[in-house]
């Protein structure tokens, strides 16, 4: 769910808007395989979490960029640029988030990430056989994915490749893939119910 520059807390989703000739490439790659990202009118590119939010206003990010998977400290919320912030966690615990980052912070970048995420597009979307190729360098999309994942509560399942485009229409949505799914199927099966105790009282 998305939420105002007043309302965040740690735990977090952080969405920047793209930009530049790289992003606008991969953005029409991802769009080839996924109408609804195509037809997005403000469309993001590099992701994070919000740690923690100091008392002099400053704000600590976990962000995954060039130089590697690291801490990033901005002066307060206007200093971080074009971007949006969404609720996903619950009641996230700052001991686990906190936990995530030790564990974390110095990785390396994956440069090759996106790449990995294509193959597994493709592979996902015409032989309908999604995988995620998983390392120990993240790129950002999977730092964010991988982190609510620690928290108890995925954006997308494990074995598909990790897309933006998922990740954004699970953060919209505000509840998990499993949700979803369970719902899907309740929906399934709730009309053949009703049109089973309709035939029951006549």
């Known amino acids: 769910m998305e939420i105002s520059r007043s309302d965040i807390r740690p735990g977090d989703a ?13 953005s029409f790659l991802l769009g080839l395989f996924f109408p609804d990202w ?18 002099d206003g400053e704000i600590v990010t976990f962000q995954a960029v060039g130089n590697g998977v690291h801490a990033i400290t901005y002066d307060n ?15 996230p615990d700052p001991v686990k988030i906190d ?8 990785r390396p970048y994956d440069f090759l990430g996106y790449l990995w995420t294509i193959c597994g597009s493709i592979s996902m979307v015409w032989f309908n056989h999604p995988y995620r190729l998983s390392s120990w360098m993240f790129f950002c999309w999977e730092n964010l994915s991988n ?24 953060l919209e949505a505000g ?7 369970l719902m899907k199927s309740m929906e399934k099966i709730m009309p053949q119910e009703h049109s089973e105790s309709r035939s029951n009282t006549v």
């Open 77 to 91: 919320v206007e200093a971080m640029g074009e971007c949006k912030f969404y609720h996903w966690l619950d009641n």
């Open 14 to 26: 952080i969405l920047w808007k793209g930009g530049g000739f790289v992003t606008g490439f991969f």
């Open 175 to 181: 509840n998990s893939f499993r949700s979803r799914r």
């Open 147 to 170: 982190f609510m994942c620690f928290m108890g509560k995925e954006l997308q399942p494990s074995y598909e490749p990790c897309l933006l485009s998922k990740i954004m229409n699970a």
């Open 99 to 106: 936990k995530y980052v030790l564990q974390n912070e110095g």
């Open 38 to 55: 195509r037809k997005r009118k403000w469309k993001p590119w590099h992701t994070g979490f919000i740690v923690r939010m100091l008392e």
